[in-house]
């Protein structure tokens, strides 16, 4: 699956704002916040107090912290090289997404940590305001399995076709690869120049060199939901 992160280090940006563990007694809070920034993000799942109740008995797994005034949450745990605190959820709107990404790098300062992974779609607020205080954002493109070619047609732009392991603009051959290498030439993720760089295809003298194909596909999707 196609992943964006944004990655912050937390010297110079922790402040003075804490964040407050959460426990069971949480549990219905925790689901109104997620109900309010969360649940309308496309393909959003239901979440129960009973599901967060069983997450919250198992601190191993993560840790969900709130802001003191209970207007947003985090669910965090440390990265597997105890490098950054890896950030998999926030609810939190405008008015205290600053609070909450200042209480995260504070809480990855104590914990002895670098800075923060957060693993939150671009627009959300968190990340934002993350940008805005000099995150990088790292896109790590899918390596397979996003997309499964069943008919080449509905999917290529106009004039082109493929047959016989080519793709060919206006009848005329562009491009010679494997399916896996088109279908990848096709939504966008490689131009041509990438097939013979990746040893995987080759561009025709008749390719535009540097192009990628006219398309609609996305280069990643939001991944608001990690339970």
Not at 71 to 78: D, F, K, N, T
Not at 153 to 180: I, T, W
């Amino acid at each position: 699956m196609p992943r964006c992160t944004v990655e912050l280090s937390v010297a110079g940006r922790t402040g003075s704002q804490e964040l407050t563990r959460a426990s069971v007694a949480h549990a219905n809070i925790l689901c109104a916040l997620y109900d309010r920034f969360l649940a309308t993000y496309p393909c959003a799942v239901a979440r129960t107090v009973d599901a967060w109740q069983w997450h919250l008995r198992l601190p191993e797994r993560e840790s969900i912290l709130l802001l003191p005034d209970l207007s947003g949450y985090a669910l965090v745990r440390s990265d597997p090289g105890g490098v950054r605190l890896v950030v998999h959820e926030a609810a939190a709107g405008k008015d205290c997404a600053r609070q909450l990404l200042y209480g995260l790098a504070r809480e990855a300062e104590k914990m002895g940590l670098d800075g923060l992974k957060l693993y939150l779609p671009p627009n959300h607020p968190v990340a934002r305001v993350a940008r805005l205080q000099g995150a990088q954002e790292v896109l790590r493109p899918a390596g397979a399995g996003m997309v499964v070619v069943c008919r080449w047609d509905p999917l290529l732009p106009e004039g082109y076709s493929v047959g016989q392991g080519m793709l060919y603009y206006q009848h005329r051959p562009v491009a010679l690869a494997g399916e896996k290498a088109l279908a990848r030439l096709v939504t966008g993720y490689w131009d041509f120049e990438d097939l013979a760089l990746s040893g995987e295809g080759q561009a025709l003298p008749s390719a535009p060199p540097g192009q990628r194909l006219p398309t609609g596909f996305p280069r990643w999707w939001l991944e608001p939901f990690w339970f």
